[in-house]
Nanobody, 126 residues
Framework: QVQVVESGGGTVQAGGSLKLSCTHS????????MGWFRQVPGQDREYVSC????????YYARSVRQRFTISKDNVNNRLYLQMNNLKPEDTARYFC???????????????????WGQGTQVTVSA
């Protein structure tokens, strides 16, 4: 059973930075396509970013491009999301997601990802 765990959320002022971290247990880390979604209460989960199982292909939602950077460290079994120039509209609960590489490449559909963490809250104040 794969368990996904996020960390690194918090409260920051607009223009500030945060770095989220994620790991999973139960299976070789480098076999998994991984990414991030976020959700505001009462709204659907929103795609943020995704990276290939090797970590060499990276994709971003238009709203975070050039501000967020995803990285996958297959040696230390960590996925990161570096978030810079944060805006109040980035406030959400952020979820780390994973799927086995044979289940397909990165997509923006939440239903395509098999494993989800509990999420970590990011709050950006104006």
């Amino acid at each position: 059973q794969v368990q996904v765990v996020e960390s690194g959320g918090g409260t920051v002022q607009a223009g500030g930075s945060l770095k989220l971290s994620c790991t999973h247990s139960g299976s070789p880390f480098d076999d998994y396509v991984m990414g991030w979604f976020r959700q505001v209460p009462g709204q659907d989960r929103e795609y943020v970013s995704c990276t290939s199982f090797r970590g060499d292909s990276k994709y971003y939602a238009r709203s975070v491009r050039q501000r967020f950077t995803i990285s996958k460290d297959n040696v230390n079994n960590r996925l990161y999301l570096q978030m810079n120039n944060l805006k109040p509209e980035d406030t959400a609960r952020y979820f780390c997601v994973a799927k086995y590489y044979s289940d397909g490449i990165c997509t923006e559909r939440a239903s395509d990802f098999t494993y989800w963490g509990q999420g970590t809250q990011v709050t950006v104040s104006a």
